[in-house]
Nanobody, 122 residues
Framework: QVRLVESGGGLVQAGESLRLSCEASLRPFSNYAMAWFRQAPGKEREFVAVISGLDRTTNYADSVKGRFTISRNNPMNTAYLQMNNLKPDDTAEYYC???????????????WGQGTQVTVSS
């Protein structure tokens, strides 16, 4: 059974930072693109960032470019989302997503985690 386990969410003030982690049971981990999505109450689910499996090609939503950084550690089977200069609009449930295809991972990934809550106060 595939498991994606997110951690690192919490409550912070505007301007602060958080790092989310996603540990995956997928093997080999490097065969999968890893992405992050988020969903705020009453809003549509939103793509945040993606990283490819081997060459670490990345893509970001315009709303987070320059503030968020996605990375991965393949030997540790873990992906990360470093979030700096957080804003109240970043408040959402953040989901880790995995897919063998880099482009599909940005649309509707094959595997999803349970989510971790990020709340940014003003």
């Amino acid at each position: 059974q595939v498991r994606l386990v997110e951690s690192g969410g919490g409550l912070v003030q505007a301007g602060e930072s958080l790092r989310l982690s996603c540990e995956a049971s997928l093997r080999p981990f490097s065969n999968y693109a890893m992405a992050w999505f988020r969903q705020a109450p009453g809003k549509e689910r939103e793509f945040v960032a993606v990283i490819s499996g081997l060459d670490r090609t990345t893509n970001y939503a315009d709303s987070v470019k320059g503030r968020f950084t996605i990375s991965r550690n393949n030997p540790m089977n873990t992906a990360y989302l470093q979030m700096n200069n957080l804003k109240p609009d970043d408040t959402a449930e953040y989901y880790c997503v995995a897919d063998p295809d880099y482009y599909r991972a940005q649309l509707e990934g094959a595997y999803w985690g349970q989510g971790t809550q990020v709340t940014v106060s003003s």
